[in-house]
Nanobody, 116 residues
């Protein structure tokens, strides 16, 4: 059973930064897609940023503020979040799929709260 373990969430003031990490128990060097989603209270889960094949996708609301990166040697994907806003408050979850026809694997989620 593959595990995704997230870390790095917390409380930060508006304008601050956080870096989330998602470490996989399985190699991500040939992964099909891997990235971050978030769900705020009362809202649907939404894509934040992800790698798919050779491309990277970002939600419009985070473009220019968030950066997704990966370290294949550590089987880890990162989400650097800068210029955080209160509306970024959500549970951030890591998602991965090694094949287009595979079932997605989800991490347990990490809370990010942006408040003064």
């Amino acid at each position: 059973q593959v595990e995704l373990v997230e870390s790095g969430g917390g409380l930060v003031q508006p304008g601050g930064s956080l870096r989330l990490s998602c470490t996989s128990s399985r190699s991500i060097s040939v992964i099909f897609t891997m990235g971050w989603y978030r769900q705020a209270p009362g809202k649907q889960r939404e894509l934040v940023a992800r790698f798919t094949g050779g491309s990277t996708n970002y939600a419009d609301s985070v473009k220019g503020r968030f950066t997704i990166s990966r370290d294949n040697a550590k089987n880890t994907v990162y989400l650097q979040m800068n210029s955080l806003k209160p509306e970024d408050t959500a549970v951030y979850s890591c998602n991965a799929r090694w094949d287009p026809f595979d079932v997605s694997v989800w991490g347990q989620g990490t809370q990010v709260t942006v408040a003064s």
